[in-house]
């Protein structure tokens, strides 16, 4: 579900910037796109590509799900939430 709101986040930035992004589109390509516009902080490149990863990791190997990665999960959504309402 994490990763779900960073691709609901850059959704929603790329549709507010102009960035083309869909179902055609991957995660990692969309992310570059909205970089490539708005240079966005490290901090925050850093968190989109966390959450991408973490849930990538989730997805396709049964026995990476740990309690760590998923805490990690949850705070490093929380801080991209809490940067994209304040930005």
């Not at 995660?27 to 925050?44: A, E, G, K, P």
């Not at 959450?51 to 991209?80: C, I, P, Q, Y």
């Amino acid at each position: 579900k994490m990763r779900q709101l960073g691709e609901a986040i850059a959704q929603n930035i790329a549709a507010r910037v102009g960035v083309e992004y869909g179902n055609d589109i991957k995660q990692v390509d969309l992310l570059r796109d909205i970089d490539y516009s708005l240079r966005l902080d490290d901090n925050v490149r850093d968190a989109f590509h966390t959450l991408r990863k973490l849930g990538n990791t989730a997805t396709h190997e049964f026995d990476s799900s740990s309690h760590r990665d998923a805490l990690k999960s949850m705070m490093v959504g929380h801080a991209l939430s809490m940067w994209f309402h304040s930005t």
